[in-house]
Structures are given as C-alpha cells and as structure tokens.
C-alpha cells in the first residue's frame, strides 16, 4: 500500500487518485493516518436508495414523556 501525505496528495491529487484505481493509498497527516484512497466499489455509486425512515421509525421507543421538559431541565442544571 502507498503512503502519501497530505501535502503530498494536494500538490499530486491525480497522478495518487490514478493509483488508487489500483491499489489503496494511505493518507498520513503528521505521520498518523487520516483517510485511504481506494478505487469505487459498485455499492458506492451514487444514488442507491436510502433506507426506509418510515419503518426506522416505526421501531423507535414510545413513551409520553414530554421532551421540552427533559430539555428545560438539562439546560436549568448548566
């Protein structure tokens, strides 16, 4: 696997995104890793559909407790 720095993928962002197509390069930032360049994968392409927010939240807790009082009183305590 590559390693590039930032500065390094700023100045050369082509020639290491080319490279990404066939290996995945690792991004450093003061040595440390911060993010890997790697080619798309199909499941990354654009556009698939978002999960069903009516179900997620048709699996949420219920309760009637007021959640303006639970606010008011987590502020009175700051």
């Known amino acids: 696997m590559k390693i590039v720095t930032v ?3 700023h100045a050369a962002t082509e020639r290491y995104v080319g490279e990404a ?3 995945p390069v690792l991004i450093t930032k ?3 890793p911060v993010a890997i360049l ?3 994968q199909a499941c990354d392409r654009v556009g698939k559909p978002l999960p069903n ?4 939240i ?3 807790l ?3 407790l007021d959640s303006t009082l639970v ?3 987590d502020r009175d305590r700051a």
């Open 7 to 9: 500065e390094e993928l």
């Open 71 to 73: 606010v008011s009183d």
């Open 53 to 56: 927010r009516e179900v997620w």
């Open 62 to 64: 219920r309760t009637n």
């Open 30 to 32: 003061g040595g440390q």
């Open 21 to 23: 197509a066939e290996a």
């Open 38 to 40: 790697r080619k798309a």
């Open 58 to 60: 048709a699996r949420m």
